[in-house]
């Protein structure tokens, strides 16, 4: 026997048993965007590297380490994209949609980064991405937090997730803010780990972002950014809270919170699930007013976050939403001899023609009718249909329970499909 190939690491496959459970939350989720306005827009999976490094930033754990960069055919960088939000943006500036100046959107698909694959951490993961364009004010931000309380009370786990927010002010405010930091970690610099050390000198702010257990004590103590801005930063951040207050949404500010991408100002929050660790964030994001420019398009205020599929569907195994796992097969088709196997297919064409909603197996690969008949059972659906050289002949079909203790019956066509519309309510 020849060896397996097997998946790459931290890439996982998403089995039948699973995709139910996972189409039903895409379903909750895209109904709630239309509901508020947001439409879907679907983008490239590979872009080129450069979009991502000068939207990132370099000095970033994605653009530093985390990326799948390869050079194509022609010797050109591409990356897979790690993040949505970079593509999106391009798409808008690229396809000149920005002369409208509102943008509400929204896409799902997967996202690549080479980290070290562990439980909620993987190198190919899914995540949704909702983003405005347009709106420069903190009602765009409360409406985006409010969407996403809601997706988690329809889920059912609103109160395992702990909304934070904090304002990251603007990029002056930052500067000066920057200053600090550096002086107060340059005196514990012996202490801080390799990261966090080549950070006080590239990026500081970042070191706040670090996932190191040993470093927590000293980022405790650092100066808090919030004490470094402005009266517009501080009156942005007042808005958000107080729209967030009226609608009675819970939340916690958390100064250390900075996230790990460079283009973020002004608000920044993230939803974290209890017990959850360093894997603990389900949803995340802010706003990034600086980053259409900063990539050739017009000046545009924007905010967006991304929600991580796999590990909002961590905490859903134990929902009623993965517990009905899928529906069982209304009919299972048996077909026997020449006559039968022809008709049968003919049958089946005419009623999934007439009943759209029917959940309908063809019995492939012929075999006994004692084997079809197990192979029914096993399907669990609640009805066999049976056609045979006889009921061929007499134009008739014959339809057994499977679940029930009902007599078998020997109904036309028409009568079939009335049966099954009374029975199943099509
Ligand atoms: P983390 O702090 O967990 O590394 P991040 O700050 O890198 O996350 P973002 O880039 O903001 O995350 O991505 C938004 C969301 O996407 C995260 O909150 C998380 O739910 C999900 N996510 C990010 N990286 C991964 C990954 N490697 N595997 C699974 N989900 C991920
Ligand atoms: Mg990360």
């Known amino acids: 026997m020849s060896s397996k190939v097997q998946a790459v690491r931290g890439m996982h496959d998403i089995l039948p048993e699973e995709t139910p459970l996972w189409r039903r939350v895409e379903s909750i989720l895209a109904d709630t965007?239309?509901?508020h306005g947001y439409r879907e827009i679907r983008l490239p999976v590979v872009e080129k590297t450069e979009l991502f490094k000068r939207s990132i930033g370099e000095v970033t754990d994605i653009v530093e380490k985390e990326m799948y960069?390869?050079?194509d055919k022609s010797g050109e960088s591409l990356t897979l994209r790690p993040e949505g939000t970079a593509g999106c943006v391009r798409a808008l500036i690229e396809q000149g949609?920005?002369?409208?100046?509102?943008?509400?959107l929204w896409y799902l698909g997967p996202m690549f980064r080479h980290e070290r694959p562990q439980k909620g951490r993987f190198r190919q993961f899914h995540q949704l991405g909702v983003e405005a364009f347009g709106l420069p004010g903190p009602d765009v931000d409360a409406e985006l937090i409010l969407l996403t309380r809601r997706w988690f009370r329809q889920l059912g786990i609103e109160n395992q997730l702990e909304l934070q927010l904090n304002c990251l002010g603007s990029q002056?405010?930052?500067?000066?803010?920057?200053q600090e930091l550096v002086a107060y970690f340059g005196s514990f610099e012996r202490v801080l780990d390799e990261d966090s050390q080549r950070r006080l000198k590239t990026n500081p702010l970042r070191i706040l972002d670090s996932k190191n257990p040993a470093m927590q004590?000293?980022?405790?103590?650092?100066?808090?950014?919030l004490d470094y801005l402005g009266e517009s930063s501080l009156a942005h951040f007042q808005g958000l809270t107080s729209i967030l207050q009226d609608c009675g949404v819970r939340f916690t500010i958390n100064p250390r919170l900075v996230r790990g991408l460079d283009y973020y100002c002004l608000t920044v929050f993230e939803w974290v699930a209890q017990g959850g660790g360093s894997q603990g964030t389900v949803c995340a994001g802010g706003r990034y007013d600086t980053l259409v420019e900063q990539l050739g398009g017009r000046p545009t205020p924007a905010?967006?976050?991304a929600l991580g599929m796999e590990r909002l569907i961590s905490l859903l195994t134990a929902s009623p939403l993965a517990r009905s796992g899928e529906l069982p097969p209304h009919l299972y088709l048996i077909?026997?001899?020449?006559?039968?196997?022809?008709?049968?297919?003919l049958l089946a064409e005419w009623l999934r023609d007439r009943l759209p909603n029917l959940h309908l197996i063809v019995h492939l690969g012929g075999g006994s009718l004692k084997n079809q008949f197990k192979k029914a059972d096993k399907s669990g659906a609640w009805y066999a249909v049976i056609v045979g050289e006889d009921e061929a002949a007499r134009g008739v079909v014959g339809l057994k329970a499977l679940r029930a203790d009902e007599p078998q019956q020997t109904l036309s066509r028409e009568q079939l499909v009335a049966f099954l519309q009374k029975k199943f309510s099509f």
């Open 172 to 178: 002056i405010e930052r500067q000066a803010y920057r």
């Open 33 to 35: 965007l239309r509901a």
């Open 303 to 305: 905010v967006g976050f």
């Open 97 to 104: 949609l920005l002369r409208n100046p509102v943008h509400r």
């Open 335 to 345: 077909r026997a001899g020449a006559e039968g196997e022809r008709n049968g297919w």
């Open 217 to 225: 004590e000293l980022i405790a103590g650092a100066p808090k950014l």
């Open 69 to 71: 960069t390869f050079e």
